[in-house]
């Protein structure tokens, strides 16, 4: 999903926006977190950060995703992922610091 969201631009966006649901299902299990479920949990996480960032044009509720995305977190095994879901965050970060610097000028 991951991929898709990155590299499927326009074609992929609805199909990625309607994945949100599976994967946080995904996440929320109780054995997500087990050692032999957390690559594909934290590789869940990384995909919703993608969608979020490259297809957040298509994601209802994006303020609501973006929270939820935030509980999903930490990604601390998945070394390749990692990188890419904080890079995001720090994106949202910046985006959201100049939103209240514009708001409050």
């Not at 999903?1 to 649901?21: D, K, P, Q, R, T």
């Not at 990604?75 to 990692?82: F, L, V």
């Amino acid at each position: 999903m991951g991929v898709a969201a990155h590299h499927g631009g326009v074609h992929f966006s609805e199909f990625c926006a309607i994945a949100l649901a599976p994967l946080f299902e995904c996440i929320a299990r109780p054995d997500a977190r087990d050692e032999e479920n957390v690559y594909a949990t934290e590789n869940a996480c990384a995909a919703i950060a993608k969608i979020i960032h490259f297809n957040s044009g298509r994601v209802p509720n994006l303020e609501a995703v973006i929270s939820s995305w935030l509980d999903t977190l930490p990604i601390i095994n998945d070394e390749e992922e990692a990188p890419h879901a904080y890079n995001i965050l720090m994106d949202l970060a910046e985006k959201y610091l100049l939103l209240r610097e514009l708001t409050n000028s």
